[in-house]
């Protein structure tokens, strides 16, 4: 009996994040559902080792289910074939402004980035970001700083149309939004995610009204793109079914989504999850996605390399 207990805690965590991630004091824990699906391995090699039949039948269940909701996610799914202009979009949450401006531009300039969305973004970092040089790299930009973390901003290196911002429920944090003018492709829209985040279950309300909250894709209208701190990786239902209205997160299609963006890192032993993703419409294919470190901030930056169709 002595295995049971670890198989019966392995199995409860498969169930929740079957029907249960959005809701009740384990949204945050179901963030770790990669690290909890590597960990089911070993309720199973124990009930193996004690020859537990039916604990091992629970377990190895347990497992197949854990495996199938985390696996795809590190291998490339096959992309839409279209032959439009490349684009290379970069999030970033800048940390109520502290990230180094100068670490962010660079990144711009040596990734050649055609776009950039920022969260957490205020008066004090934008003006410090063109100090760097921003302005002659992105000159398009529909901004929104403020101060705190409620700030948005999206900048371009092709010209933005139908700018503005709206405010989420929840924590009231701003999304900038606006439309990229790319030679050779349809317009896109581009806005900078930044819904609640579930700290505590009192606001977990609040975390899944944002996430609900969020412009849904248009399959068969304009090609869209959200691209931000979701504050929720994809063991989480809310964000699940954003997708499901015609996006595909970036990086699970690059096969790169088990790569941690938030750590913290400020030297607690928190293991990274990943809750900054890039959204976008499935008629875009994905070449890559990769993850950068931004000192001051503790987010990691994303960097996603899209292919759109072509006019």
Excluded at 17 to 42: C, E, H, K, N
Excluded at 170 to 189: E, I, K, N, S
Aim: charged content about 15%; overall charge neutral.
């Amino acid at each position: 009996m002595a295995c049971w207990l670890p198989v019966a805690l392995a199995a409860a965590w498969a169930v929740l994040r079957l029907g249960w991630s959005d809701r009740g004091p384990m949204v945050q824990a179901i963030a770790f559902t990669p690290y909890a699906a590597a960990g089911s391995l070993v309720p199973l090699v124990l009930a193996l080792a004690l020859r537990q039949r039916g604990a091992a039948v629970v377990a190895a269940a347990t497992t197949l289910v854990l495996i199938i909701a985390v696996a795809p996610r590190a291998v490339a799914a096959t992309q839409p074939a279209v032959d439009g202009p490349a684009l290379r979009l970069l999030t970033a949450n800048l940390l109520v402004g502290g990230a180094d401006p100068g670490r962010l531009v660079g990144l711009v300039r040596d990734r050649r980035v055609d776009v950039l969305t920022v969260q957490e973004f205020t008066p004090q970092v934008a003006a410090e970001l063109d100090r760097h040089g921003l302005a002659t790299l992105l000159p398009y930009r529909v901004l929104n700083p403020e101060v705190g973390t409620t700030g948005s901003g999206v900048y371009a290196r092709f010209p933005l149309s139908d700018g503005g911002f709206r405010r989420n429920q929840g924590f009231f944090f701003t999304q900038a939004y606006g439309t990229l003018a790319l030679p050779g492709a349809p317009p896109v829209r581009v806005e900078s995610a930044h819904p609640a985040a579930p700290w505590s279950v009192g606001v977990v309300p609040e975390w899944r009204t944002d996430l609900r909250g969020q412009p849904p894709a248009t399959p068969r209208g304009r090609l869209s793109i959200l691209a931000g701190d979701f504050n929720a990786t994809l063991d989480h239902a809310p964000l699940r079914e954003l997708i499901a209205t015609g996006y595909v997160d970036a990086a699970d299609a690059a096969g790169a989504g088990l790569a941690g963006t938030w750590g913290p890192y400020d030297g607690d032993l928190i293991p990274p999850v990943t809750i900054d993703h890039v959204l976008a419409d499935r008629r875009i294919a994905v070449r890559s996605v990769a993850v950068y470190a931004l000192p001051g901030s503790d987010h990691r930056a994303v960097l996603a390399e899209l292919r759109l169709p072509a006019v």
